[in-house]
């Protein structure tokens, strides 16, 4: 079975500074795919970045990045230059092969920016 | 539409009472997925359709919960005899079909429930 640890409940970050958001997973699977999502106090969930457990470069899209160690089976959201827009729920999720339609979410860090 | 769209944004019942709720996909979208987001916890699955048809629903916690899909589009989430338990936020998602690769899901704002 999959499984999502965020052991981080609360994260406060300065602003202009970089956070680093800890996940872990677990899986039997070697074919997966890890993404974050950002949940804003409005409710709608938002995806930011997704990596492949095949890929072999880190995936980045803009001020995000994603600090994937396989071995470790961690899969770390870099923040870098954090805005007061970035607080919010953070989420991070995985999907394996075995059944390609059902994502397992962990429970989320609370990320607030301090001006 | 633009995004998902889900009706009602709040809903208040009384335990035991039948309730429906409604998630309009974006169009092209052949996969649609419904999980459920209590306080302080992330979202847990509950169903998903491929067009018409209920690919997984392996989520649903009891007889008490069903979905359809009959056009492959709109989707109803439906709950009998309501309980306090069933308080949660209900998220609909939809996708392009569903694979292990980078298959992002677009999720609506959400139906809030609360059962009185």
């Known amino acids: 079975a999959q499984k999502i640890t965020q052991t981080q409940p609360g994260m406060f970050v300065q602003e202009k500074e970089a956070v680093t958001l800890d996940c872990t997973y677990d899986?039997?699977?070697?074919?997966?795919?890890l993404f974050w999502y950002k949940q804003p106090s409005s409710g709608e969930m938002i995806f930011l970045i997704y990596q492949g457990s095949y890929d072999e470069q880190n995936a980045t899209e803009g001020r995000y990045s994603l600090n994937f160690q396989k071995a470790r089976k961690s899969a770390n959201l870099v923040i870098s230059a954090s805005q007061l827009g970035d607080s919010a729920m953070y989420f991070c999720a995985m999907r394996d092969s075995t059944n390609a339609g059902k994502s397992t979410f962990g429970d989320g860090t609370t990320l607030t920016v301090k001006p | 539409g633009a995004g998902v769209s889900q009706t009602p944004s709040n809903k208040v019942t009384e335990k035991g009472k039948y309730v429906e709720l409604r998630c309009d996909p974006i169009s092209g979208h052949t996969a649609l997925y419904w999980y459920r987001q209590s306080l302080g916890q992330g979202p847990e699955f509950l169903i998903y359709?491929?067009?018409?048809?209920?690919?997984?629903d392996s989520g649903l916690p009891n007889d008490r919960f069903f979905a359809v899909r009959p056009e492959g589009s709109v989707s109803t989430l439906k709950i009998q005899r309501t309980e306090r338990g069933d308080s949660a936020v209900y998220l609909c998602?939809?996708?392009?079909?569903?694979?292990?690769?980078?298959?992002?899901?677009?999720f609506g704002a959400g139906s809030r429930l609360t059962v009185l």
């Open positions: 359709f491929q067009g018409t048809g209920a690919a997984d």
């Open positions: 899986t039997s699977d070697q074919s997966y795919g």
């Open positions: 998602a939809s996708s392009f079909k569903p694979t292990a690769g980078a298959n992002v899901l677009t």
